[in-house]
């Protein structure tokens, strides 16, 4: 298939409608098989709404970034949105992901970081570079403490994020993203010193040293939280949202920061949720009416994934089983189920193989494929084909895109 | 799926590691059915090891360079290394190649040309591009004469290649490759006088031209070797190495100066083998602690089909596959078995038909493919896809790249 490069072609095209798009994202989908059974994690689970909305639906296999490509969650959620991964990731920084995703009103100049409260030992050494993930709250009130910090032209957002990860935001005149980590990403070495990569950013890199300065006399008595680590700096980048290119008026459901963050980033609008997956169904019955695009992302298959956990990950994909009915119930106009990429619990992380996808709709020339599997997309209607692709056939079986040419 | 259009992203997650993939080309493997049984040359031999590969193997088939497109056999390699053909085709001369793949050890000035002993009349028309095919003593006695050849300002090198191929490499300063061929390419005409194709050119044209002069005069006698033919005058083009890109060390084994050439252009070591395909596979083991990839190149099929004999390509397969537990018993991590381009024996020649792969590691997630055959491969988890992309998923079978993004 040709491959989307940039968003002129759709833009051309695409129109409003009161057409519905559901697009389910169930993270760390793609699995392997098991060497007892053969069988993969979603071919092990017992699915069956998943199969009969499979059944009725068009097939495939899809490569977030390209084959062999193990993509990250930012590069795998890119591509689900349509937008080419490789190019747009350069263009998006941690630390700005970070700050959307708690919902901070990032500003074009403001520069944000995204942090880690960590410990080092009396040497200055990094000991722990997660101060042993105290909680939340304990987070959010070393937060409170170091947005006392008072640095000359500049106002500081300390922002906590969750354990111990927190979001630093820099604003004032004349600030650069152009600035290196001081996080070393890894123990028994001391912080770095913030660098300017360029003359124009010798200012933001020296405030950015002031403020881990005195966040260290700030911390000093609070071990194991006794220091703040920063990598990520970034701005907000100048990307086309999904409203510009679709013309949708789209939303996020999701519980992590993360993925809201990225959300956000492209336009969306943030429902509020709660973190299990019959809140995050509920969530999407509650704004069903109000927005023509939901993105619906559920984490618990890539965590159990990464944990290794076959048998959790199975749970998790017949708990989604179980829940979708409520998503099926509100009749979207199409409904898209897939992943951003594969976590096979027999490699314990994200992994390059090609992602299931189905796509129902009215229109949309249902193939043989009669279960929700691996093996069997292999044969569907689809074939194997980027994911990036998966946005315009949305909107086409919603039936927002015009034709192309007279 | 995503074309690779360029090494910078495989090149920022490629990662040494001693797990080994072995690329086993067997070339123009891909054919046409026989009008009596329907079946092609590798659905008609009888291959039961390749079968049992396949079946716990991922399959599909490739494009060497495009749907439709025959490729010759350096676009068809190019692509199996994962090198855009069209881009990388264009930057290699066939001298190059030549020079090379007979162990020649180019230095980056010098000029190489790819040269034919031929056959001219009483008038200096060339009657027989081949000279009847001399016998490759021949070439290299006739080479020794040639290199007596003294032009100022210039060291020559003329050497034998294979029956009445030879290839001179021209090594001075300020010397261009830039000029045009004295083969005129078909009979009952004279040979070109080589031209320069830019003015910096001008002083290698005219030494080209002086030695195909004094090579005219020394042949005279050798009829029906009388006259030298020369093209393709090239020099080192700057490309990346399998190295620079993949982070491998690797090792190629084949027969022929061709392929020998463009392996080690590529930056591989090319190991020592007799031309036997149980020689090749003994090289393999020979060598096989030393290097983490392998390119093990075997030519018989594709001669077979070019001479339209589909029961020798039928028996070719046949003998590989009865060689092949000697390369499955060194339990290489990733093995990758297809072809260059397909050679159907109908056709006499390349062909643009797709090439079938298999790709079998301990990860790559075997679909339902229970033989190695054209027809069995189009239903395989792989689809069909460009042949570039062969070596980012060997490597990622391999666990040899990182995750892209965080």
Redesign the interface.
Known sequence: ?H?VDNFDLIKQISITSPSKIVLLVIDGLGG??HPKTGK?ELETANTPNLDRLAASSICG?T?P????????????HLALFGYD??KY?EMIG?GVVEALGIDFDLKPDDIAARGNFCTVDNSGLVTDRRAGRIPTEKCAELCRLLEEIKIDGVKLFVLPVREHRLAVVFRGDGLSPEISDSDPQQTGVAPKAVKALNPQADMTAAIANKFVAQAKKILAKHHPANMVLLRGFSSLPSIPTMGDIYKLKPAAIAAYPMYRGLARLIGMQLLKTGPAITEEFYALKQNYADYDFFFLHIKGTDSAGEDGDFDRKVNVIEEIDKALPALTGLKPDVIVVTADHST?A??K??????VPILLYSKWCRADRVGEFS??AC??GGL????A?QIMPLAMANALKLAKFGA
Chains 1, 2 share one sequence.
């Not at 970034?65 to 795998?76: D, F, L, M, R």
């Not at 074939?383 to 980027?386: K, V």
């Open positions: 298939m491959k392997l098989p993969t296999l490569d970034v390209g084959p062999g490509i193990t993509p990250g969650s930012a590069p795998g991964p490789v990731k941690r096979p027999l490699l992380g994200h992994s390059w193989h090609p691996e093996t292999i044969t074939g194997r084909f980027p990036t």
